[in-house]
């Protein structure tokens, strides 16, 4: 009777327990009850059976999970979207001046992706996504309806967006290596969204919380470990209930951009440049400051360098006309300062967000893309407001920025493709607006207008606008999006 | 008349090998309890109940509860407790696993007696067996490179260690794996910066002594109060309730004479 007491009072706890730590809540309940010697040894071993019983009967107990993993979450996202692009000929076009190239798509992309955290302080993490593309993840309604008839699946394939392993055994720090999410903070000027750079990365980041009591005593200083978004990003979302919290970062970052095969050919190296694998580096410090009342200041100096020739991206970029080289990543030291400040005004989040970047090799640059002198075309910038947020049903928010690029700026292979079609040497004004219907799903639009910065250049990059220059561009994009 | 001898002589052979069946028990599993205990517990069990045969076969724990699920014997005997993946499986096959806990086993961590150590605590065991510390100054020691004697991979020691001491943490890089108890306690028995775990059984062994773990010396009473860390109950694994010869045979085994075999081996009694 004792037995099927506890077995009742166990299985209660059990039930109304979390799934993940229930059985371990049980086996603690009962070796305390052995420990009280309310029940024998062996009846508590007979009450875990039929709790492993009870437990391998439910959904949750058919999952079985490698030993070394500690914690593993689902996670993805489906996202349905309309979207109008065109671009504009120039008016000196010989054939087709003034003319509107335009794409009306109907697209979805779907991302499924498990992290997890291993024994030891290791952590993993694999992301499935629709399409090969690097930077965008959708496919598109009816591409493929001449390859096999109707809503045929040839372009619906998954590949793997992301395979990584990391580790965080040393206090303060992070290292990664594989294909990961971007460990760097940036904005859409520089990095479109959905690349999964390959490679390393490292992170360092440390929390001074500093308290400045009542009576105008001293400032104490606290530790605090850890701090990263699950997508590895130095960025603290939320402001914490303290006077003054500085997060002080760096991150680190040795992509392998362009894989040479062979290094060492039979004979002269086809390219006929030497036959060395590309790298890309990138070195940031940074800082965010928060202050009470949810007031912050961000602020995340880079440095990117490349490094090796590569075999797909050798240059010499030139970039004005589809018939060029539009790809190149030769002379390209780009010093980059993404910023950030934010606030609120009744409770509603506001922020000012700005991006400035500028090519220290743009004279080179230039010239090898039959420019001399054109180094002047070497800066970028975003400046925008954004107010609101999307969390929660409800929420809403919408974000304004203005955007400049100029010609030998940036590197095009990694600028957004959707806000100005993956180009530089356009500038512009977007706007992005969003409202949750639910918790994990929202609704956005965006809309964006641009032009060329300097009609002395072409519209460097490849994008879904199959011309170069872009004089004028357009795009506008509706979403719905589940995330779970 | 030929064919009335045959089913007669039929019927008698087919008597004849139930009885045998009858009193014949086939015990598998664990090689922790079935390498000393068992055979010796059936032994004794044999001079009480003559014409009884055992079938034992130690090869792991694993074997022995999957004998029962498989139905291949009447009781599995098992160092570890069964995984709930085992026990669903069991009952998809319409067996029911019963654990009737048989004695205990205590984990003793020995150094090299002439190390000057007088004790551990749990966070230190931890550390020095998972490499976060790797000289004994780091924990009331007097100097020098730990060396860390295991049991191997294959052992369920080896994988009981780590979740009763080591938060299931990987074993050091440079631990050294033995092949059984005797191995680990010689090898710690010369090294004067050894450090192993062993069965109680062998902290008798030359050389060696057995450190108290957060202040509890490992002993049959620490180890049956469960006030000593490193403890773990053993099993005989039946399809529901034992009943024939198996029960006899469970029966005898927590029984006294049982009880006092386990000791005598080396195992803690229940009682």
Redesign the interface.
């Known amino acids: 009777m004792l037995k099927k007491l506890m077995f009742a009072a166990v299985a209660f706890s059990f039930a109304f327990s979390g799934s993940a730590v229930r ?1 371990q809540e049980a086996g603690a309940l009962l ?1 305390l009850l ?2 009280k010697k309310v029940i024998s ?2 009846e508590a ?2 009450v ?2 039929e709790l ?2 009870e ?3 439910t959904a949750a ?2 999952w ?1 999970l490698s ?1 070394p993993i500690n914690e593993i979450e689902l996670y993805g996202d489906v996202r349905l979207r309309y979207e109008y692009r065109g671009g504009r000929t120039a008016s000196d076009d010989f054939t087709n001046p003034n003319d509107w190239q335009e794409r009306h798509r109907q697209r979805y992309r779907l991302r499924l992706g498990l992290r997890g955290t291993l ?2 302080d290791w952590f993993f993490g694999v992301q499935l996504e629709t399409n090969t593309n690097p930077r965008s993840t959708n496919v598109t309604f009816g591409a493929d309806a001449n390859a096999n008839g109707p809503f045929a699946k040839n372009d619906d394939g998954i590949f793997v967006g992301r395979a990584y392993l990391g580790y965080k055994g040393f206090p303060d720090f992070t290292f990664t290596g594989g294909k990961m999410a971007n460990p760097l903070v940036t904005t859409s000027m520089v990095w479109d969204d959905d690349i999964n750079p390959e490679g390393l990365a490292e992170q360092w980041k440390h929390t001074f919380t500093l308290n400045f009591g009542g009576g105008g005593g001293g400032a104490a200083q606290s530790y605090s470990k850890g701090g990263y978004g699950k997508e590895s990003k130095a960025v603290v979302a939320e402001a914490e209930p303290f006077k003054l919290k500085i997060d002080v970062f760096a991150n680190f970052a040795q992509f392998v951009y362009d894989d040479t095969n062979p290094e060492n050919p039979i004979g002269p190296s086809p390219t006929g440049v030497p036959t060395t694998d590309a790298f890309m580096l990138a070195w940031q410090v940074g800082t965010r400051v928060t202050f009470p009342n949810g007031v912050y200041f961000q602020l995340a100096p880079t440095v990117y360098n490349y490094t090796g020739n590569g075999d797909g991206f050798f240059g010499p970029f030139v970039g004005d006309t589809t018939d060029d080289n539009n790809i190149g990543i030769n002379s390209l030291l780009v010093f980059d300062m993404p910023m950030e400040v934010g606030w609120k005004l009744w409770e509603l989040p506001m922020r000012i967000f700005s991006d400035f970047a500028t090519n220290f090799d743009a004279d080179d640059r230039a010239e090898a893309a039959g420019h001399p002198g054109g180094g002047g075309q070497r800066y970028a910038w975003i400046l925008g407001l954004g107010v609101g947020q999307l969390k929660a049903k409800k929420d809403w928010e919408i974000r304004a920025w203005w955007q400049h690029t100029e010609q030998f700026s940036l590197d095009p292979n990694l600028v957004d493709s959707d806000i100005f079609d993956s180009r530089v040497n356009i500038q512009g004004v977007a706007v992005k607006a969003g409202y949750m219907l639910a918790d994990a799903i929202s609704l956005n639009l965006t809309y964006s207008y641009g032009w060329r910065t300097n009609g002395n250049y072409g519209t460097g990059g490849v994008g879904d606008i199959g011309i170069n220059p872009v004089d004028q561009y357009q795009l506008f994009q509706a979403d719905m999006n589940v995330k779970f | 008349m030929k064919i009335k001898y045959l089913a007669i002589s039929l019927a008698l052979v087919t008597a004849s090998m139930s009885s045998a069946n009858a009193d014949r028990l086939v015990i598998k599993g664990s090689d922790t309890l079935g390498a000393k205990l068992v055979p010796q517990l059936a032994e004794q069990f044999k001079a009480q109940h003559p014409g009884t045969t055992f079938d034992i076969a130690a090869e792991g724990s694993t074997t022995g509860i999957a004998a029962i699920i498989d139905g291949t014997a009447q009781i599995g005997m098992s160092s570890r407790r069964a995984k709930s993946s085992e026990v669903g499986a069991a009952a998809s096959k319409g067996k029911h696993m019963k654990p009737t806990v048989v004695a205990y086993d205590g984990i003793a961590v020995i150094v090299n007696s002439a190390n000057p150590i007088k004790g551990l605590t749990k966070k230190q065991v931890e550390q020095i067996f998972t490499g976060d510390v790797t000289d004994w100054s780091a924990v009331g020691g007097s100097g020098g490179k730990i060396s860390i004697y295991t049991r191997n991979t294959s052992s369920g020691t080896y994988s009981d260690f780590k979740e009763l001491a080591m938060k299931k943490r990987d074993y050091a890089g440079g631990s050294q794996k033995m092949a059984g108890n005797e191995q680990i306690a010689a090898e710690v028995g010369k090294n004067p910066n050894g450090i192993g775990y062993v069965g109680m059984a062998y902290t008798k062994a030359g050389g060696v002594k057995a450190l108290p773990i957060d202040g509890v010396t490992p002993s049959s009473k620490t180890v049956q109060g469960h006030s000593y860390s490193y403890w773990r109950p053993t099993f005989y694994y039946t399809n529901g309730d034992p009943s024939g010869l198996a029960k006899d045979f469970v029966d005898f085994t927590i029984g006294p004479a049982g009880q006092r075999t386990v000791a005598q081996v080396g195992f803690v009694p229940i009682k």
């Open positions: 059985a070796d052995v420990r040894d062996q071993e007979e875990r059976v492993s019983k437990a391998a009967s107990g058919k079985k030993t024994a030891d």
